[in-house]
């Protein structure tokens, strides 16, 4: 999900980067920028029932259907972005190195020429982290999912994390506006003895305006397995205000926020994972929990909280947690410094 406030100009060339580096493969026969490739394979009743032609820029057209495709690979003792292809209105900055405790990893931030995400967008992000990689991602600041009177709005994610890779896929905090339609299919590939830790944060709408649950339909599913193809573990969420309780107790409840944390790994015992998580969220005086993924493949945890500086700060301390057990470094505040207990 990504948003951003840089301009860039559709006339201008997609642009490639270290020609022949590996990215995330496009299917013979197939035009890389495809629109077949920024469409989901199978949507969600609760999504699909919405398409229609758009009174605006319709689908395929210039600006509406980003790529983003970026191949990762150790070099000169640190990871280096090796594979880099784009299309408006997705891109990033070059990848920077702010975190004093582990210098050699990048930080990359999606961006979007757009102010958010509007109806008939439709998104392919793959990112491609090779052998004994380390990569940080995030997005430039939250994803508005603005108004939709026509149509929908997807997003593909494609991530492969290669044996001894460390990946961190953190995203800002999605705001589904009233009437938006929108649906995420994240895949994850993992190697037995990589690590990804995968966040998501949502807002039940745009809380300043006493905009709660409004939107028409917020859908996502993600999907983790190994190399080989096998399930490790499915998350899916529908969110259908009209049709389904979203605000009872299994659900979001009467919280503004809900953020979700996956560890998937080896490193540690899932169960150890599980309960660094668990006391964290405690400490916080937040609702939430942690527990084992199926398989013991890993942990993950949700939060619950009205505000979003509470929820923000509990979701990076359950981080700062996982990184200290994991690789035994905490999360880096903002600007890259460490963060104290």
């Known amino acids: 999900m990504l948003t951003g406030v840089m301009t860039s100009s559709e006339a201008e060339p997609e642009s490639e980067a270290a020609p022949g580096a590996a990215v995330t493969g496009t299917p013979p026969g197939l035009v890389r920028t495809a629109v077949e490739r920024f469409t989901p394979g199978w ?7 919405h398409a229609a032609v758009p009174d605006t820029l319709p689908v395929g057209a210039p600006g509406k259907t980003g790529v983003l495709e970026l191949g990762f690979a150790v070099a000169g003792g640190r990871t280096e972005l090796t594979g880099h292809f784009q299309k408006a209105p997705l891109h ?10 582990r210098p050699g990893m990048p930080y990359v931030m999606f961006m979007s ?5 509007l109806q008939g967008d439709r998104y392919h992000v793959g990112l491609d982290c090779g052998p004994g990689t380390s990569v940080h991602f995030t997005t430039q600041t939250a994803t508005r999912l603005y108004r939709m009177e026509h149509d929908y709005a997807t997003q593909i994610v494609e991530l492969s994390a290669a044996p001894g890779s460390y990946v961190e896929y953190l995203p800002e905090t999605t705001i589904p506006f009233e009437d ?3 649906y995420q299919r994240m895949n994850v590939t993992v190697a037995p003895d990589a690590t990804v830790v995968m966040g998501e944060r949502l807002m ?4 300043a305006r006493d905009e709660w649950h409004a939107y028409t339909a917020y859908c996502t599913d993600l999907e983790v397995q190994d190399p080989q193809g096998g399930l490790l573990f499915a998350d899916p969420v ?12 299994a659900v979001m409840g009467d919280h503004g926020l809900m953020a979700s944390l996956y560890v998937v790994t080896r490193a540690r015992p899932a169960g150890e994972v599980a309960d660094a998580m668990h006391e964290t ?10 527990s084992v993924l199926p398989g013991d493949c890993g942990a ?4 619950l909280g009205d505000r979003s500086p509470e929820v923000e700060a509990a979701f990076h301390r359950t981080w700062d947690a996982v990184r200290r057990l994991l690789i035994g470094v905490p999360a880096p505040g903002r600007c890259g410094r460490p963060v104290e207990p």
């Open 43 to 49: 949507l969600p009743a609760e999504v699909a029932r």
């Open 92 to 101: 990033i900055t070059r990848p920077l190195y702010p975190d004093v405790g």
């Open 113 to 117: 020429s757009g102010g958010g995400v």
């Open 180 to 182: 938006s339609r929108f």
């Open 204 to 207: 039940a709408g745009r809380l």
């Open 238 to 249: 529908r969110l259908v205000p009209d049709e389904y309780e979203v605000t009872g107790p």
């Open 281 to 290: 969220i405690g400490a916080t005086g937040l609702r939430g929990g942690a």
């Open 300 to 303: 993950w945890a949700r939060i």
